[in-house]
T-cell receptor, first 114, second 116 residues
Framework: AQSVSQHNHHVILSEAASLELGCNYS??????LFWYVQYPGQHLQLLLK??????LVKGIKGFEAEFIKSKFSFNLRKPSVQWSDTAEYFCAVNAMDSSYKLIFGSGTRLLVRP | GAVVSQHPSWVICKSGTSVKIECRSL??????MFWYRQFPKQSLMLMAT?????????EQGVEKDKFLINHASLTLSTLTVTSAHPEDSSFYIC????????????FGPGTRLTVL
């Protein structure tokens, strides 16, 4: 079945460590890709998105993501995490194959230790 | 910009009663709004797509007569859970798509519904 996969369910890092969260999707054709973040007790916020153009996308708070079409991936990265990055991160995709409905991955809980 | 609000943030009701949840786009017009349900420790599941001035489109397995959606204006959509049962207890989240920013959804803070 077509889906969005986030393989890391829980990630624990120390401050200043580098972060990479994986996201793979199985939709063909044109896709729009998103990363959302949900801080504890808060609503989902858009971190970044990719529609077309430069496959390396820069978002808010120092996050970036790279679209690799051949790998059907859109991994999220940050070179140096902070305690305030503790949150749940969701990858999402809308595609022609999904009638452009936003399909979410299962989420990755990131805990950054001070 | 792109702020979406939901009201109430939480609600407790008795089994058999109906509950209405409001979703508002505060600083933009939203021709399309979406309603999601999030189970504990799980991701968001789309329930329905709400278009201003027309009937909502429900996802497979979502009862349209139980989850009534009204999108009366470009800034307001409502979800009414009718004859609520304990299994309807969940976290309901709405999102809105800015008419000027296609394919990008902005999310509300969610409503925690507990049915006793």
């Amino acid at each position: 079945a077509q889906s969005v996969s986030q393989h890391n369910h829980h990630v624990i890092l120390s401050e200043a460590a580098s972060l990479e969260l994986g996201c793979n999707y199985s939709y063909g054709g044109t896709v729009n890709l998103f990363w959302y973040v949900q801080y504890p007790g808060q609503h989902l916020q858009l971190l970044l998105k990719y529609f077309s153009g430069d496959p390396l996308v820069k978002g808010i708070k120092g996050f970036e993501a790279e679209f690799i079409k051949s790998k059907f991936s859109f991994n999220l990265r940050k070179p140096s995490v902070q305690w305030s990055d503790t949150a749940e991160y969701f990858c999402a995709v809308n595609a022609m194959d999904s009638s452009y409905k936003l399909i979410f991955g299962s989420g990755t809980r990131l805990l950054v230790r001070p | 910009g792109a702020v979406v609000s939901q009201h109430p943030s939480w609600v407790i009701c008795k089994s058999g009663t109906s509950v209405k949840i409001e979703c508002r786009s505060l600083d933009f017009q939203a021709t399309t709004m979406f309603w999601y349900r999030q189970f504990p420790k799980q991701s968001l599941m789309l329930m329905a797509t709400s278009n201003e001035g027309s009937k909502a489109t429900y996802e497979q397995g979502v009862e349209k007569d139980k989850f009534l959606i009204n999108h009366a204006s470009l800034t307001l959509s409502t979800l009414t859970v009718t004859s609520a049962h304990p299994e309807d207890s969940s976290f309901y989240i709405c999102s809105a798509e800015d008419a000027n920013e296609a394919d990008t959804q902005y999310f509300g803070p969610g409503t925690r519904l507990t049915v006793l």
